[in-house]
């Protein structure tokens, strides 16, 4: 299975039951057992303010320092909370409209709409901040009707806001000075499918979904983490995050475990972007993590101050048990350089693993949690989750049914018909497969996006998934991201977008960036063994980012590659012209 486990560090056992079909189809399932789980985050809350009431819950940087704040203080602002939304009406009809960034007082905010049964709606700051016409707010504001808005920052907000006709409120607002029975009695009627959040996901339309997260979605997550990580009970955990708390990753996964174990989540400032990864290094500099989560550019980022600085490494190392990636695949050389530093700090490999699911699942619905010497490996079922796979041009289609699946979308009932099959599983659009497929209980792979991959002129498939990651890893450091193009085309290219602060602190010109991308397409095509439908053979560098408004990126710097290729059709055809024209980089072999 690969290099050991850290010492002491347990994990469940690596096993799945696999029912074959007629159809070429399989069923995936856990043989562990699922156990109960909380009927709402609250009592999560409820139990820490009671069993370890000083015990740090939340902190943020204010003016240096940290400000903290411990489980019993939360959960009587959480209660107040409350109140003033039920002071106003608020029910589960008329949710509440979150636009911040994280914070103590955004968190305080939706733990208490979730204990009173009203569901939050946490939006993208991007969709206000970023954006030039507010196109995707207005239709959200449309869709969920909130009754009530809340931003940490009314004048940077005041543009976005009054582009949607909204007036803010402010958390001193909400907060009356005690809450009454009336908050009890809200809390005592939730249920497990009490709607705790709506989450807006766009996929490749632009328009944004607003994804119904349930109680149960919540917290019987968390318990399939608890039964294949039991390691995360053997000690209060640490948390050093910046992952927005708008998407499943940063909101669901990352806070929810914290909440649920008792452990201390550290609201990071930082982002995986230049001038924010610096302030992302100096908090983890000052606190410890035991486990560490991030997407594979933030990883990337924050690499060159692991390798630089003493200080940070030896406080990153000290305590950790853990480090996962999730979202999108990690560049094997990554995987590499963090396991050497993880040898050099504390002299044994740390687990670097990673997890699969989406907003609708809540978000994990396969998990590693066994040795792995490499990545891209997305683990097992959880416990109580099924896999469909289903042979699809070639691949293996995921489908996810469980307690963790999402019952559909706020306010439309087309889209929720049209997102499960006849048996009840979500097609969530991902293939999948098996690492090793004589060893099935080594885990899966991510093996692409279905609606990405494309045939060429030849009728040879592209797999979009693996062309892409294997460009960027080639291309590292320079190529920040690519997206593969070619389809009904007789070679394979990438719309290629560079690092600039890369280019730049190497000092390369066009002319250099050129050749070193011409040197790139030419090893990935030598390694390749002649396989036309593997590799790209042209590039072409994008003078300009990906763009937001046109639902290029997600705010965590994730790419769309369907989107990209809509917008930039004449590039995708200046890129594949017979003629190629001079900026076109073309493989010498």
Known sequence: M??????GLRFAPAKVQIERRADGAMILRSP?????????VGEWLERWAREKPERTFLAERRDGAWRRLGYREALGLVRRAGQGLLDRGLDGSRPVVILSDNSVDHALLALGAMHVGVPVAPVSPAYSLMSKDFAKLRAIFELVRPGLVWTADPTKFAPALAAVGARPTSIDELLPEKASSEVDEAFAGIGPGTVAKILFTSGSTGTPKGVINTQRMLTVNQEQYAVVWPFLEDRPQVLVDWLPWNHTF???????????????????GGKPAPGLIEITAGNLRDVSPTIYFNVPRGFDLLMPFLEKDVALRRSFFRDLDCMVYAGASLPQNLWERMQELAVAERGAQLPLISAWGSTETAPMATGVHYAVD????IGLPVPGCELKLLPAAGKLEARVKGPNVTPGYWGRDDLTKAAFDEEGYYRIGDALKFADPAKPEQGLAFDGRIAEDFKLSTGTWVHVGATRVELIAAGDPIVQDAVITGHERSEVGALVFLNVAA?????????SVRGYLRSVLDRLAAESGGGSSTHPVRALVMAEPPSIDANEITDKGYINQRAVLDRRAALVEKLHADRPAPEVIVASQ
């Open 32 to 40: 562990l057992k699922l156990g109960g789980h909380a009927r709402a």
């Open 250 to 268: 940063g909101g669901n996964n990352n806070f929810g475990m914290m909440l649920r174990n008792g452990g201390t989540f550290h609201i990071d």
């Open 503 to 511: 280019v730049k602190a190497r000092g390369l010109d066009d002319a």
């Open 2 to 7: 690969g290099k050991a486990l850290q010492p």
């Open 374 to 377: 490499r990545a891209g490996i």
